[in-house]
């Protein structure tokens, strides 16, 4: 989910997904030898509106997350490459697709696209906005670009003063944003997501707060440090505790099934995350918070 505005930005990487040259492998027969088929079902789309992949025959008998049809594939092919784009609606997990015309404001489409250069540099400058402080890697992961894409988006940004050089502790070289202002106070609350962007660079998370986080759902149960689905709490400008949550919709209940603290949480966090527990689970609707 991206703001309107940055369509034009991303242009480049639909253009690349229908030539084949982005995504996945197997996208590069969905661009070449399988086009025609990933055609037809576009023009079924625009014939008979949204569509999800269960809607298509030939994807039929299909289950699983990963065992995709050839109709599913062609479908994402057809989303990476800005054919199609995702309805306003879903089935439960599952993805709808239609036009872009049907979804986006036309406003939006109409909008110019700028050149690949022009689009890198909006895109680095919108990372370093985000980050305040970053390194190379940082700036060009948060909209997944390449060395070869970010590197002279950054030397171009640099020479025009809107990223300014500084150097981190361990010998590490990074770019602030000339706009960047340091708040006298952050008075944050907030039960993260694994993929937030506050930590979604693990290295960064790790660097800035000293919290090392990893997601443990693939983890075999006994091997497990922290939990099947741990979600970081933020409090203040602080990391201070991962919280192992598990809705249980039938009891009505948000089960916590286990808080583990930072040694240096302040004395506090266990109210605040109590708070925002029930916050979470009014946003569920469920009835109760119950701490395992």
């Known amino acids: ?18 030539r084949g040259e982005a995504g996945w492998t197997w996208m590069r027969h969905c ?3 399988g086009r025609a088929e990933a055609m037809a079902i576009l023009a079924r789309i625009r014939s008979d509106g949204p569509m999800s992949a269960a809607d298509f025959e030939t994807h039929k008998g299909q289950s699983g997350w990963w065992e995709w049809s050839d109709t599913k594939r062609a479908l994402e092919w057809l989303f990476w490459a800005g054919h199609i784009t995702t309805a306003t609606r879903r089935r439960g997990f599952e993805r709808v697709y239609d036009l872009p015309e049907r979804v986006l404001p036309a406003d939006v489409l109409t909008l110019p ?15 370093a906005k985000a ?8 700036l060009r992961d948060y909209f ?3 060395p070869a894409q970010a590197r002279p988006a950054i030397a171009a940004l640099a020479e025009d003063g809107i990223l300014i050089p500084v150097a981190l502790e361990g010998k590490l070289h990074a770019w602030l944003h000339r706009d960047a202002r340091r708040p006298r106070r952050i008075d944050a609350r907030a039960l993260l997501v694994p993929f937030d962007p506050l930590i979604w660079e693990r290295d960064r998370t790790e660097r800035l707060f000293g919290f090392r986080y990893r997601i443990e759902i693939y983890v075999p149960a006994q ?5 099947y689905y741990v979600l970081p709490f933020l409090l203040g400008d602080r990391l201070v505790a991962r919280v192992d949550l598990k809705a249980d919709r039938t009891a009505s209940t948000l089960l916590v099934r286990s808080i583990h603290v930072e040694s240096d949480a302040p004395d506090h966090t266990h109210d605040a995350s109590y708070v925002e527990l029930r916050a979470m689970a009014d946003w569920l609707g469920l009835a109760e918070v119950r701490v395992g």
Not at 131 to 138: N, V
């Open 1 to 18: 989910m991206l703001p309107f505005e940055i369509h034009p930005l991303l242009r480049w990487r639909m253009a690349a997904a229908d």
């Open 31 to 33: 661009a070449t030898e």
């Open 113 to 127: 696209t700028p050149t690949d250069g022009a689009a890198h540099q909006a895109l680095i400058e919108r990372a």
């Open 223 to 227: 091997k497990r440090q922290y939990g």
């Open 144 to 146: 997944r670009q390449s």
């Open 131 to 138: 980050h305040g402080i970053a390194t190379d890697k940082e």
